[in-house]
């Protein structure tokens, strides 16, 4: 059985673009981090699962254009930017999972764990987290790794973080393992 790391919407748009997180900078290192040795694990894999929106895609409903197919502000920030074995999964809803094809790319490498990092631990790796589980993975995720997004409400971070790892920890049995700490 092997790990993946799952990078996820760790994009332009999220970081600073048009949904900017200030928060997601913070997490930038401790992904390079892990991705860096997870390149030389051989029973690891990195996967990137990012927001490449249509037109006419539902989220938009809720949020103002992003991380639209083929512009700048779907690619990945320049400091986590995929290497040439790097898997890059596009998606079109909030879980990694639905209609993509990473269910297929992880079970073509038979990945069994699955460590979530990325954006956002409330949202997009809340409902990958979820569907992970359901499949019968193991599901990890680095609280120093992933994050909220800061600007949707007043709570402080620190704060709304603490309660969407909870809830992963609590319904999905997630594992909650620093970055330094993933083996």
């Known amino acids: 059985m092997r790990s993946a790391l799952l990078v996820v919407d760790m994009l332009n748009d999220f970081v600073d673009g048009v949904l900017g997180n200030p928060a997601a900078l913070g997490i930038v290192e401790p992904i390079q981090r892990l991705a860096t040795r997870a390149r030389t694990t051989h029973d690891w894999l990195v996967v990137y699962a990012n927001d490449a929106h249509e037109p006419s895609d539902v989220e938009l409903r809720v949020f103002p254009p992003h991380a639209m197919a083929g512009t700048p502000g779907a690619a990945v920030v320049d400091q986590l930017r995929p290497e040439h074995d790097d898997i890059v999964v596009p998606k079109r809803f909030y879980s990694s999972f639905t209609s993509s094809t990473l269910e297929g790319e992880l079970r073509a490498h038979d990945v069994g764990r699955l460590v979530l ?37 007043t709570e402080p971070v620190t704060e709304r973080q603490a309660h969407a790892l909870e809830y992963l920890r609590t319904y999905y049995g997630a594992r909650l393992v620093t970055a330094e700490h993933v083996a």
């Open 117 to 153: 990092v990325g954006q956002h631990t409330d949202c997009c790796v809340r409902h990958t987290a979820y569907d992970a589980f359901i499949k019968g993975l193991e599901v990890t995720v680095c609280p120093d790794a992933t994050t909220v997004f800061e600007p949707s409400s």
